[in-house]
């Protein structure tokens, strides 16, 4: 697992409920060490324990644990470059979803060897999508509940109103419906492309 994913984790957690709930959730796993390094790569059961461990102290079950992170990574101001990242993929919130085809190369412009799942949107028409979120031949923790998080917070940023589901996995992929209600529901955040990079 790339440590790019697990560094989120870690900052999600020490943003949201204190670095005490954090040392004190990683001291219990007795991994070495308490912080994660952005450019290391860990083995995925580290990831799994370290998801697990977090749920039993929060009380919350992974998937929400994960849908949590994703919002937090597109809304928290401590940490830019993935919302900056995604917002380069449109004016509206139509124009984002259609590019998410593309996510995990321009990821990978950024960060040459970080393995995002595929994703896969169809669009049914007035409004109506889904949108298929692969399973990574290298591991098999399931992302598809951050992309949910992502999603909605996306939506917020754009000013959309939407509607989603997860809808479990098979044949190796995770399936989210997307319903749009409205396009422009709320203003949205401001956003510059040409103000700033991808660090963050």
Known sequence: MHGLVNRAIERFVRDTYGRDVW??????LDLGYTEFEAMMTYEPQVTKKVLTALGQRLDKAVPELLEDIGTYMISHPNIEAPRRLLRFGGVDFVDFLHSLDDL???????????D???????????GSYSLNVGLSEHHDLRLGHVV???LRAMADDYGALVFL???????????????LLETAFASGRSFELGVGGLAG
């Open 23 to 28: 040392i004190e959730t990683i001291g219990r």
């Open 104 to 114: 995990p190369e321009r990821a990978r412009l950024a960060v040459a060897d970080l």
């Open 116 to 126: 995002l799942p595929l994703l896969e949107l169809r669009d049914h028409g007035e």
């Open 148 to 150: 949910m998080g992502v």
């Open 165 to 179: 589901e997860h809808r479990g996995a098979s044949a190796g992929r995770e399936v989210i419906l997307i319903r």
